[in-house]
Nanobody, 114 residues
């Protein structure tokens, strides 16, 4: 089992920045890929960014260089640095760990509004 707890969501103005954090615990070595996903009302959950244990990075098309995913293995943390936030980035952001099972956090709300 892997437990994931997100934090860092907030209300931010357009053009602002946020850093989301995901604290992982449990059977960490079983996870081969970490990621951030988001879901807004009426829309399907979509991939924001993933980082593979090999180091491969993937980002959603909409990211356009604005977000950066990173991992601190020593602290069992996964981060998502988000810059140049826009209202369309408003969503609940979920941390994800992929092993033979899928693990999800409870989500953290990001609201971009003036």
């Amino acid at each position: 089992q892997v437990q994931l707890v997100e934090s860092g969501g907030a209300l931010v103005q357009p053009g602002g920045s946020l850093r989301l954090s995901c604290a992982a615990s449990g059977n960490i070595p079983s996870v081969y890929e970490w990621g951030w996903y988001r879901q807004s009302p009426g829309r399907q959950r979509e991939m924001v960014a993933t980082i593979h244990s090999r180091g491969d990075l993937n980002y959603g098309v909409f990211v356009k260089g604005r977000f950066t995913i990173s991992r601190d293995s020593a602290q069992n943390m996964v981060y998502l640095q988000m810059n140049s936030l826009q209202p369309e980035d408003t969503a609940v952001y979920y941390c994800h760990g992929a092993s033979i099972f899928d693990y999800w956090g409870q989500g953290t709300q990001v609201t971009v509004s003036s």
